[in-house]
């Protein structure tokens, strides 16, 4: 004998019922109490004691002025190589003598090391040079133009 299927089930579900309804009545909702805020009365601005422009009702980007010296880039280089291990390096001057140069890496730690300098003349003709070390100790600048620490009196070290 080929086996049968067996009978398919039946199954009389509840008729659905209305909610029940509610017993709690939210108010209605009403506008917040209007909040009143009294101005100062307008005084005059203060007297300015400095060489600044007037501010502008709008902001204008920087153009170039005419007559304004055109400082050109001598020299531009970047190495930034593929992938994540953070080095880079970057060097560039101007025509006008300035000179940036700094280089950094990834350090064992999970931070970055970073190194590198300035150098410019000031108008009077003084050069300026500072060296910087950035690591795990802080930023560290050296310059013949920052100034020194006195040394430490006798009586402070005793």
Do not use: C
């Amino acid at each position: 004998p080929a086996p049968t299927a067996p009978p398919p089930r039946r199954y009389n579900a509840p008729a659905p019922t209305a909610p029940p309804p509610r017993r709690y009545n939210a108010p209605a909702p009403t506008a917040p109490p209007a909040r009143r805020y009294k101005a100062p009365a307008p005084t005059s601005p203060p007297a300015r004691s400095y060489n600044a422009p007037e501010p502008a009702a709008t902001y204008n980007a920087p153009t170039i002025r005419i007559g304004a010296p055109v400082v050109p880039i001598l020299r531009d280089v970047r190495h930034m190589p593929e992938g994540d291990s953070g080095e880079y390096s970057f060097d560039f001057e101007t025509g006008n003598g300035i000179t940036r140069s700094e280089q950094g890496e990834d350090t064992d730690e999970g931070g970055m090391a970073k190194e590198g300098y300035w150098k410019f003349t000031f108008p009077d003709g003084t050069p300026a040079v500072f060296r910087f070390v950035a690591d795990h100790n802080g930023f560290q600048v050296e310059s013949d133009l920052l100034p020194k620490a006195p040394p430490m009196p006798a009586h402070a070290l005793a």
